[in-house]
């Protein structure tokens, strides 16, 4: 199949790469010239574990190729997919598909012959609707099928994702554009991945839907949390036990300092805003939206109420700045708004992140970026643990006394037992759990 991919961000590169290691040959488009140039050369934009060398071997194959040639690269595609950003609107929290129609619009001017254009990019219920009307209005001449087909990727495991899915979601009842997405998605035979077919407004909500029913399981346990550190109880046994109930289960049972990331913040909010245009609101999506906004700054005032009440001139070291391990994704990161609740009560930074320290200084100012856990936590008061990298689950805690103000530990994401923390007298506060004293 000959693909082309609109956009060569995070879901348009990993999709490009994945398409076109199965077999297809793939063009990925940007507008970007410096980016499309990166990409010539080898070099990946974005962290993703083992993009880099899937990128490298496809391209060498001569299957994956760069352009910023749209027309190009669209004029005898079998399918064009449009996988550019929907960020958050200004102003209403609307889904800003201003991208998508330019691509829409580019699209139909360059297509020739019977194209699927299939959009991949997360956008409200009726965006293909719309993304129709444009193309035939711009070229009315154009033999097309409009297709949503939603990516379902987690950052830092993308590539397993796209290629052992647990479905692939097709949003056409058209028999043309059906054959053509059953021989794109042919090799994922193999694994017995369910092809779902489904109207296209319906496949548009199910991306949606997902992510904001995975939001409220992150909030609800998060809520839960709050509730045992009342209670004297134990997030982690509460979650376990109602997590074996298969009809719960036990993904996104994690209490911590909320969610982030480039999806659930931004997806969420745009479902709640679309419900509300079609005056049917979702007050558990609004409720789920409205919560995790004020907890980020809650685990600020968690960690100075630690460190005696007063963070004024303390120098409180953050370990982890993305929203997630395996990613160098910022976006909508706790631990912005957790450092700026602690600069706004007095405290000195230093943070230490295995892959997110560029992307942070583009989002957080007057921090002091460290060389490693140890040097992040030299002369600290308080040492805060945000994002659980593998890097930081076996820290070696009779070093980080040695070199502390203070042995304080602020365990946002429970990563550590409190007894293996407290026996090296270190004080350890978490999540939903009792604090302890040093042993």
């Known amino acids: 199949m000959r ?3 609109i956009g060569s961000g995070y879901v348009g590169l990993v999709s490009g790469a994945c398409f076109a290691d199965f077999g297809h040959s793939v063009v990925c488009v940007d507008k970007v010239e410096e980016k499309v140039e990166s990409l010539r050369k080898g070099l990946i934009p974005i962290f993703e574990p083992g993009l880099d060398a899937l990128v490298a071997s496809n391209a060498k194959a001569g299957r994956l190729s760069f352009s910023t040639d749209l027309a190009a690269a669209v004029r005898d595609a079998d399918a064009v997919f449009i996988a550019v950003g929907t960020p958050s609107r200004r102003g209403d929290g609307h889904a800003d598909l201003s991208y998508v129609y330019a691509a829409a619009r580019e699209i139909a001017r360059a297509v020739t012959g019977f194209t699927v254009i299939v959009t991949k990019s997360t956008v409200p219920v009726g965006t293909g609707d719309e993304v129709e009307r444009i193309m035939r209005e711009e070229n009315p001449q154009a033999d097309i099928e409009v297709v949503s087909n939603p990516e379902f990727l987690r950052e830092g495991a993308a590539i ?4 052992r899915p647990d479905r692939v979601v097709i949003g056409t009842i058209e028999p043309r554009a059906i054959e053509v997405m059953k021989d794109v998605y042919r090799p994922l035979s193999l694994n017995e991945a369910p092809l779902m077919f489904c109207e296209r407004r319906t496949s548009e909500l199910i991306k949606y839907a997902g992510n904001a029913f995975l939001a409220m399981k992150i909030t609800f346990i998060n ?3 709050d509730l045992c550190e009342r209670v004297g109880a134990d997030v982690q046994k509460v979650a376990k036990g109602i997590g074996l109930d298969k009809r719960i289960g036990d993904k996104f049972l994690h209490a ?9 913040p931004k997806d969420t909010l745009a479902l709640a805003k679309t419900a509300q245009d079609h005056d049917s609101p979702m007050r558990l999506v609004e409720a789920t939206v409205a919560i995790n906004d004020t907890r980020k700054r ?3 005032r968690k960690v100075i109420a630690a460190s005696g009440g007063d963070v004024r001139g303390k120098k409180v070291a953050v370990l982890g700045l993305t929203f997630k391990p395996n990613t160098d994704d910022m976006r909508e990161s706790p631990s912005i708004a957790i450092i700026q609740a602690l600069q706004d009560n007095g405290a000195v930074i230093s943070a230490y992140d295995p892959e997110g320290m560029e992307a942070a200084k583009s989002v957080i100012d007057g921090v002091a970026y460290a060389t490693s856990p140890y040097d992040a936590a030299e002369g600290a008061d308080v040492l805060v643990l945000v994002t659980e990298w593998d890097a930081f689950r076996a820290l070696d805690f009779g070093r980080l006394k040695t070199v502390m103000n203070a042995p304080l530990l602020v365990d946002l994401r429970n990563v550590y037992p409190p007894q ?6 270190f004080e ?10 040093a042993a």
Request: aromatic share 10%; glycine share 22%.
């Open 420 to 425: 293996e923390v407290t026996r090296h007298g």
């Open 223 to 225: 809520e839960i949390a």
């Open 298 to 300: 809650a685990m600020a």
């Open 3 to 5: 693909l082309v991919m």
């Open 428 to 437: 350890y506060h978490s999540v939903g759990r009792k604090s302890g004293g």
């Open 160 to 163: 397993s994702d796209f290629k």
């Open 256 to 264: 911590g300092p909320g969610y982030g990331g480039s999806c659930f």
